[in-house]
């Protein structure tokens, strides 16, 4: 009768996130445990949690192998944000800047009476 026993190739010696395996048959006929490595999240957008088109799902250490113009967007908040909030920031800049004129503009004719 043939055991099967396999122990971890890693010192790592607990069942844990980072220490997933699966057991693997060499050509040599031998049962070995294979490290397995994490799932990767999607980057998701600051302010309203979506998940950010044109960023890759990867490892932080692969990631940061990579030049910037794969980790980013070509736009203002590129990998941080999606374009919808985007657009929002600058709507919301402009009519915030829009409402001080007119405030500006009352004033001064309230002033001219």
């Known amino acids: 009768m043939v055991l099967n026993r396999v122990t971890y190739r890693r010192r790592l010696s607990y ?13 040599g006929g031998k049962l070995v ?3 397995s490595t994490k799932k990767t999240q ?4 600051g302010d309203c949690k979506a998940e ?15 030049s910037k113009s794969v980790k980013t967007v070509p736009r203002t908040y590129g ?3 999606c374009g919808c909030c985007v657009r929002n920031r600058i709507v919301r800049a402009f009519l915030i800047e829009e409402q001080k004129i007119v405030a500006k503009v ?8």
């Open 15 to 27: 069942n844990t996130k980072s220490n997933k395996t699966t057991l693997n048959k060499t050509p």
């Open 33 to 35: 445990m294979l490290h």
């Open 42 to 45: 999607l980057s998701k957008c």
């Open 52 to 66: 950010l088109r044109g960023i890759p799902s990867m490892r932080s250490t692969k990631m940061a192998n990579l």
């Open 79 to 81: 990998g941080t944000k």
């Open 106 to 113: 009352l004033k001064a004719q309230a002033a001219k009476k």
